[in-house]
């Protein structure tokens, strides 16, 4: 788990920079001059900040894999993150790309995916063992 979350991290977090600098200079020029420019770019800017946010989560929780091994809470951790990836960040892309703000229905349930995986990585932190002190 630990090498999987870890992997997963470092794909999802290429993603989001690439995606975000699609976002920031390719995008620009062919979104800003519509009407609803300004709100798509702002979208896919959301998109890609919690994109990357949740892709440095998983590192967390790679960590974790390594300190308590593949525990409920931190596979539930693990998966909540990159279904809250695919769902809050891709149909903000989806939105910004095509101007269907239907598409903004899915989004709180990415939300949905982003607050499992802190909360379950609060409960595999708590179950722990305590470090010995020097």
Known sequence: MERLALVASGVLGFLAV???AF???GLKSRL???ADGAARLEWWSTGAHYHLAHAVALAAVGYLAGRSGASTAVVVAAGA???G???FSGSLYAM???GTRALGMITPLGGLGFLVGWAAVALAAW??????KP
Request: hydrophobic residues 60%.
């Open 127 to 132: 179950s722990l063992p305590a470090s010995p």
């Open 85 to 87: 990836i695919l769902l």
């Open 81 to 83: 993150f990159v279904v």
């Open 32 to 34: 800003g001059p519509l």
């Open 96 to 98: 910004a790309l095509t």
């Open 18 to 20: 690439a995606l975000g």
């Open 23 to 25: 976002g920031a200079h």
